[in-house]
């Protein structure tokens, strides 16, 4: 295996209020990229986390949750409250969201080691005056490092709707690799199929555009390539992190591939179809143990490989 690149995620953590009908609240350590940062720490990548971390009971709940995998946590030193959501549960297990968030992100308090990979994406991308900040970040380190992106759309807390989708085609130009849900692609091009948003993205730069579609598995669009996968059969607890399971899934394997950071970038515009069926089956199977289970809990390197031995075969 190529040597493990280190990896940057920079967004925003949530402490996730978890609410199901006549039950108590739980409270969750959340946030999309938190939770990829997580999961790349839990498959034994080295990960750092850029974000805003409050000095209260959800970010210290939240900290504690992030050491424990072995994240790397920098923060800008703004002392902001962590950011909130209530997660309401349906009795299939979907969740809805409502927001308690803001979002002030200035660089980090420390130099950054250059990294060989970056993630971001979510809020961090979608709310001003953080969102800035992120792209700025982006734009420096990328010339050295590929660069991901899940929009991760929060309906909510996008504003304008043709400034949230100028925002996210800004990311999509700058990234290498970029993921989002059908649902995603619906509310930012509403009429268009997501298939043929994710196809003009790919035409707009990123080599890999994966799309998931929840229990009907995921496409893998690269050029004159589409691959699909189906979900495999797996009792669901809640989808809470499952998009952010696949994502770190994905990141895991490419990077395990050898295509991540400068060097990868040129494998990535020429991958093989089989690699990339590979890929997708990780980033299936880390979604599959994640929803098994309540919360964002992304699999550990044992589990993923458990997972594998059930995860179906990517088709053209």
Same mark, same amino acid.
């Given at each position: 295996?190529? %040597? ?9 953590? !949530?402490?996730?209020?978890? /609410? ?6 739980? !409270? ?33 709940? @939240?900290?504690? $949750? ?6 790397? !946590? ?11 959501? =209530? ?9 809805? &969201?409502?927001? %308690? @968030? ?14 060989? $990979?970056? $993630? ?18 982006? /734009?420096?380190? /990328? ?5 991901? &992106? ?12 043709? %400034? ?71 009792? !669901? ?19 395990? &591939? ?10 990535? /515009?020429?991958? %093989?179809? #089989? ?14 143990? =994640? ?19 059930? #995860? ?5």
């Amino acid at each position: 295996m190529p %040597d493990s690149p280190a990896l940057l995620v920079i967004g925003e953590c !949530v402490a996730d209020i978890v /609410r199901l009908p006549g039950e108590p609240d739980r !409270v969750h350590p959340g946030g999309s990229p938190a939770n990829v940062a997580y999961g790349l720490a839990r498959l034994g990548r080295a990960t750092t986390l850029v974000t805003q971390l409050g000095p209260d009971s959800g970010g210290r709940l @939240i900290g504690h $949750h992030l050491a424990s995998a072995g994240v790397r !946590v920098l923060t800008d030193g703004s002392g902001t409250p962590t950011p909130a959501a =209530t997660v309401e549960l349906d009795d299939a297990g979907r969740a809805a &969201y409502t927001f %308690d @968030i803001t979002w002030t992100l200035r660089p980090p308090e420390h130099p950054l080691e250059p990294p060989q $990979h970056v $993630h971001t994406g979510s809020v961090a991308t979608a709310l001003e005056p953080g969102a800035e900040t992120v792209v700025d970040l982006l /734009r420096s380190l /990328r010339a050295a490092a590929t660069v991901s &992106y899940d929009p991760n759309v929060r309906p909510a807390l996008m504003g304008d709707h043709a %400034d949230a989708v100028r925002r996210a085609e800004r990311c999509v130009a700058l990234s290498d690799i970029v993921k989002a849900s059908d649902e995603d692609l619906r509310w930012l091009y509403p009429g268009e199929a997501p298939e043929q948003a994710a196809e003009r993205w790919l035409r707009s730069g990123p080599p890999v555009v994966l799309v998931t579609r929840g229990a009907e598995g995921a496409l893998a669009l690269v050029p004159g390539t589409t691959l699909s996968i189906g979900g495999p059969s797996v009792r !669901v607890a809640d989808t809470v992190g499952a998009g952010d399971a696949f994502m770190s899934g994905t990141l895991h394997a490419l990077a395990s &591939y050898g295509l991540l950071g400068e060097r990868g970038r040129a494998g990535l /515009r020429s991958l %093989d179809t #089989a690699v990339l069926g590979e890929v997708l089956r990780h980033a299936v199977a880390s979604a599959s143990v =994640t929803v098994e289970r309540a919360g964002a809990r992304p699999p550990d390197a044992a589990e993923l490989a458990a997972a594998l031995a059930d #995860a179906p075969v990517a088709q053209a």
